[in-house]
C-alpha cells in the first residue's frame, strides 16, 4: 500500500487525506513577493507515525547513493523529452538543498517536507536556490530502490507526475541516500530515501 500526499499542485482540486489509503491531497502554495509556486508531493510505504527524538537510537549508517542519484534523472528526462518537454538541466544548488534534506530525514527519523524544526519546504529549498519556482518530490523505499521504480512510482500518482511533467520547472537537483536501521518514520529498517528538488531559474 502506497501513502501520497502533495502540495502546490495547480492541476488537482484540494481533497482530505483518508488514513491508511493511497489518496493525493494537493494544495496551491503562493508566495506574496515572488508569486512563486512549490510544487512538492512525497511518496511512500505507509510510515508509522513520530520522529525520532533524543535519546533515540540512530541509524547504523547513513551513505549516499551515489549512482542512483544520475540514473534517476536520467530517466525522469526521457520521461520529460516522450511528452515534448526540454530536459531539466542539473543544478548543483537545488542539489545541495535535495541531499541535506534527505540525510536529515534519515537520521531524524521523519519523512516530511518541513524540516524537523518546521521550517517550510519553499524556505528551506531557497537558501540554497534563488529561482523564480521551486518544488520538490519524495519517495522512500524499504529496503532498495531503482531509478526505474522510482521514476515509475512517481509517474503512477497524478500529483507527483504532474511535478515531473511539468514545463514550468527547468532545474534538477535529486539526492538518494540509504540508512541502515533508520530510526522513527522508517521503524528501524533499512531505507533507499530519495529526494529530487526542481526549479526555475
Do not use: C
Amino acid at each position: 500500500m502506497l501513502r501520497v500526499r502533495a502540495l502546490g499542485n495547480p492541476l488537482k482540486r484540494p481533497v482530505n487525506p483518508i488514513r491508511g489509503t493511497a489518496h493525493p491531497v494537493a494544495t496551491i502554495v503562493r508566495s506574496a513577493l515572488l508569486a512563486a509556486l512549490l510544487a512538492a508531493a512525497a511518496l511512500a510505504l505507509p510510515a508509522a507515525p513520530g520522529v525520532a527524538g533524543p535519546g533515540s537510537p540512530r541509524p547504523r549508517a547513513v551513505v549516499d547513493a551515489d549512482a542512483l542519484e544520475p540514473a534517476v534523472v536520467a530517466r525522469i528526462n526521457k520521461v520529460r523529452r516522450r511528452h515534448g518537454l526540454k530536459p531539466l538541466r542539473a543544478s548543483g544548488a537545488l542539489a545541495k538543498a535535495a541531499g541535506r534534506h534527505a540525510r536529515s530525514m534519515a537520521r531524524g527519523g521523519y519523512f516530511s517536507h518541513t524540516s524537523r524544526d518546521g521550517t517550510q519546504p519553499s524556505t528551506r529549498i531557497r537558501r540554497y536556490y534563488a529561482g523564480s519556482a521551486v518544488g520538490e518530490t519524495l519517495l522512500w523505499r524499504s529496503p532498495g530502490l531503482t531509478a526505474a521504480q522510482a521514476v515509475r512510482m512517481w509517474l503512477a500518482s497524478p500529483p507527483h507526475r504532474s511535478i515531473l511533467l511539468s514545463s514550468a520547472f527547468r532545474e534538477i537537483g535529486l539526492a538518494a541516500v540509504r540508512a541502515a536501521g533508520a530510526p522513527g518514520a522508517f521503524r528501524g529498517l533499512d531505507v533507499t530515501i530519495v529526494v529530487a528538488d526542481f526549479g526555475a531559474p
